[in-house]
């Protein structure tokens, strides 16, 4: 079936690292995504990863994929207050995209 | 190059009407892809849109349906509006090199439809 499955909530202190995590179901999904979507605001694409990659990193965030136990996380180091988002995990599926119900990270002063 | 466009942002219709959305894909983008996100939960696909004809769809019923003009550019229209039917509906846009592909999709702010 088509499921990708995330925690709902995250909290993490100012400075800190935060790591969401997500798990999908399609071995054959050939990219993975992370969105970040902020309150009244559509999706933005923050980063992807080939399947055939293990690790990207891309500034702050850092996506690792486990494509074994169909594992996917994105770590943002030093967390500002304006990562205070929901962020969405997601994986390709033929001409679709298929969407968790995201993990709103909420920053702690 | 500019982003993804969408129009109307807000719209209020009533059970039973019918709604027409409307969407511009990102310069040199060529498939539009349509989504549906209720209140807390993560966005559906709907359909998606390449070379003016649908490419793939959801588990949504024939009252969703879709148009796409020579330019790329797109429609989502959706008749005998229900109450569940209040949302935000995203375009996304891409490039995709063939029916059945898919390529890394932009969204646009998104329609924010209440139906009452």
């Known amino acids: 079936g088509e499921d990708v499955e995330q925690s709902l909530f995250l909290s993490v202190r100012e400075g800190d690292s935060s790591v969401i995590n997500c798990t999908y179901t399609d071995s054959s999904s050939t990219y993975l995504y992370w969105y970040k979507q902020e309150p009244g605001a559509g999706l933005q694409l923050l980063t992807y990863i080939f399947s055939n990659m293990d690790m990207k990193q891309d500034q702050r965030l850092t996506v690792l994929l486990n494509k074994k136990d169909k594992h996917l996380s994105l770590r943002i180091a030093d967390t500002q207050t304006g990562d205070s988002a929901i962020y969405f995990c997601a994986e390709s599926m033929g001409d679709k995209i298929i969407f968790g119900k995201g993990t709103r990270l909420h920053i702690l002063p | 190059e500019t982003g993804v466009t969408q129009s109307p942002t807000h719209l209020i219709k009533t059970r039973g009407q019918q709604v027409t959305l409307r969407c511009s894909s990102q310069s040199g983008h060529n498939t539009v892809s349509w989504y549906q996100q209720a209140l807390g939960q993560g966005p559906q696909f709907i359909f998606q849109y390449y070379r003016e004809e649908e490419n793939g769809r959801g588990n949504f019923p024939p009252r969703f349906s879709g148009l796409q003009f020579p330019n790329y550019s797109s429609e989502l229209n959706v008749n005998a509006l229900e109450l569940d039917d209040s949302a935000l509906y995203l375009c996304?846009?891409?490039?995709?090199?063939?029916?059945?592909?898919?390529?890394?999709?932009?969204f646009g702010p998104g329609t924010r439809l209440t139906v009452l």
């Open positions: 996304a846009s891409s490039s995709n090199q063939g029916v059945g592909t898919t390529d890394t999709q932009y």
